[in-house]
């Protein structure tokens, strides 16, 4: 079974940036669709980005539209999240999973297995 471990979160400015990273181990994601979702303070886990094996099709939530961007090196078996500009508000725990069921590519219901996450803490 795939196991995903997910690394580069940290302490971060408003407005400062990271790079996230999910190691696949154990078996490849071949094929797999690969989504980032996070999971804020008290909140449900939501939806971030996710990615295509071909990489030919991207999605992000509104709110990480043009800040955040979603890549992987299939070869590394690796998914990446660049986080840009930001903001108090993306304080979470980050995790990747890949898609197991088909159905919404943003519902945190038809992914995993999941990682053990990555804290992500953007001060003010």
Known sequence: ??????SGGG???A?????????ASGRTFSGYRMGW???????????????????????????VKGRFTISRDNAKNTVYLQMN??????????YCAAQRYSGSVNDPGNFGPWG?????TVSS
Do not use: M
């Not at 500009?85 to 725990?93: G, H, I, M």
């Not at 053990?116 to 992500?120: I, L, Y």
């Open 85 to 94: 500009s930001l903001k108090p508000e993306d304080t979470a725990v980050y």
């Open 11 to 13: 302490l971060v400015q």
């Open 37 to 63: 979702f996070r999971q804020p303070p008290g909140k449900e886990r939501e939806f971030v980005a996710s990615i295509s094996w071909s990489v030919a099709t991207t999605y992000y939530a509104d709110s």
């Open 116 to 120: 053990q996450g990555t804290q992500v």
């Open 15 to 23: 407005g400062g940036s990271l790079r996230l990273s999910c190691a």
């Open 1 to 6: 079974q795939v196991q995903l471990v997910e």
